[in-house]
C-alpha cells in the first residue's frame, strides 16, 4: 500500500462547469476525510465518512459540493457550477479511528484546481 | 469553534542553529498533531500528541503538548536545509477524532546556508 492517492494531480475548468476528485485511502483505514486549503492558510475540515456513512457533513461549503463514498473504499468529491472562489488545493485524508481514539491521519498530495 | 494560533508565521534560521514553533489553542486540546508541508504539496505527518505534558521526538524535530496552556511546541535541533518548509499543526475538534481536525495557518521556515 502507498499511502492516501488523489486523482487528478492538477484540475484547470472553466466557471460553470462541473469537476470530480477521487481520494483512495489506505486500505486498513475506516475513516476518511476531505479538506480544503487556500494560499496561505490551514486545511478547512469539509466532511468526513467512516466506512461508507458520511458522519459529518455540515461544514461543506455550500450546496454545489458534496461526497461520496458508495463502498466504504474510495471516494469522491464533486463541485458543481463551479466558481473562482473554488480555486484551492482538495485534500483527502485517511486514518484508522475507534470511539473517542484515532491513530492519526494520513494525507494525500492534493488534487489542485485552478478555475478560470 | 476551535481556533490554533501558531508564532511565528515565518521563520529564517542560519543552518545549524535550533528553533522552535508554536501553536496555541482557543480551547482544551483533545490531540495535537504537527504536519509539515511543502509548497504545493500534500501534508506529512511528523508526530501526535494526546496527553498533557507528552513529548516525542524523531530524528532532530521535538513536539511537546502543555494541556494546562493549551499549547504545543515543535523544537527542530541543529537545522538542516531539509527542514525547510511549512509546518501546521492540528487539533482534535471533539476528541477521538470523529469531527477532523482544526489547522493553524502554518509557520513558514526558510533555512540559510
Known amino acids: 500500500d502507498t499511502g492516501v492517492s488523489q486523482d487528478p494531480r492538477h484540475k484547470i475548468t472553466k466557471r460553470g462547469q462541473n469537476v470530480t476528485f477521487r481520494c483512495d485511502p489506505i486500505s486498513e483505514h475506516n475513516r476518511l476525510y476531505w479538506y480544503r486549503q487556500t494560499l496561505g492558510q490551514g486545511p478547512e475540515f469539509l466532511t468526513y465518512f467512516q466506512n461508507e456513512a458520511q458522519l459529518e457533513k455540515s461544514r461543506l461549503l455550500s450546496d454545489r459540493f458534496s461526497a461520496e463514498r458508495p463502498k466504504g473504499s474510495f471516494s469522491t468529491l464533486e463541485i458543481q457550477r463551479t466558481e473562482q472562489g473554488d480555486s484551492a488545493m482538495y485534500l483527502c485524508a485517511s486514518s484508522f479511528g475507534l470511539p473517542g481514539r484515532d491513530y492519526g491521519y494520513t494525507f494525500g498530495s492534493g488534487t489542485r484546481l485552478t478555475v478560470v | 469553534s476551535q481556533e490554533l494560533e501558531q508564532s511565528p508565521q515565518s521563520l529564517i534560521v542560519q543552518e545549524g542553529k535550533n528553533l522552535t514553533i508554536n501553536c496555541t489553542s482557543s480551547?482544551?486540546?483533545?490531540?495535537l498533531y504537527w504536519y509539515k508541508q511543502k509548497y504545493g504539496e500534500g501534508l506529512i505527518f511528523l508526530m501526535m500528541?494526546?496527553?498533557?505534558?507528552e513529548e516525542k521526538s524523531h530524528e532532530k524535530i521535538t513536539a511537546k503538548l502543555d494541556e494546562k496552556k493549551q499549547q504545543s511546541s515543535l523544537h527542530i535541533t541543529a537545522s538542516q536545509p531539509s527542514h525547510a518548509g511549512i509546518y501546521l499543526c492540528g487539533a482534535s475538534i471533539l476528541g477521538g477524532g470523529a469531527d477532523g481536525l482544526t489547522f493553524g495557518k502554518g509557520t513558514h521556515l526558510i533555512i540559510q546556508p
Open positions: 480551547k482544551t486540546l483533545y490531540g
Open positions: 500528541l494526546q496527553k498533557g505534558g
